[in-house]
Nanobody
């Protein structure tokens, strides 16, 4: 049973950067896809980016393209999300998730394992 734990969130001023981590434990991921989502207060959960664990292939959503970068360290069993040039509207809880399959990586329903989330707060 895969278990995911996010970390690295915090409070940062606009224009700043953060690196979020998602530690993976409890089982091998094989060719699972790892996704990052976020949910701002009063809004639906939003897809940011997905990465294939083995191949490293990535898919970026509109919200992440240009300022966010995903990576993974297979040896350390960690997936990263680098956030730069942060804006107040990036304030949200950021979640990582794991799922299997070939299509639909941008949808919540693709993923069957979720972390508890890490809060990112960007002040103006």
């Amino acid at each position: 049973q895969v278990h995911l734990v996010e970390s690295g969130g915090g409070m940062v001023q606009a224009g700043g950067s953060l690196r979020l981590s998602c530690a993976v434990s409890g089982g091998g991921l094989g060719d699972d896809a790892m996704g990052w989502f976020r949910q701002a207060p009063g809004k639906e959960r939003e897809f940011l980016v997905a990465i294939r664990w083995l191949s490293g292939a990535t898919w970026y959503g509109d919200a992440a393209r240009g300022r966010f970068t995903v990576g993974r360290d297979i040896a350390k069993n960690v997936v990263y999300l680098h956030l730069i040039r942060l804006k107040p509207e990036d304030t949200a809880i950021y979640y990582c998730a794991a799922g299997k399959g070939d299509y639909g990586l941008q949808f919540e329903s693709f993923y069957d394992t979720w972390g508890q989330g890490t809060q990112v707060t960007v002040s103006s």
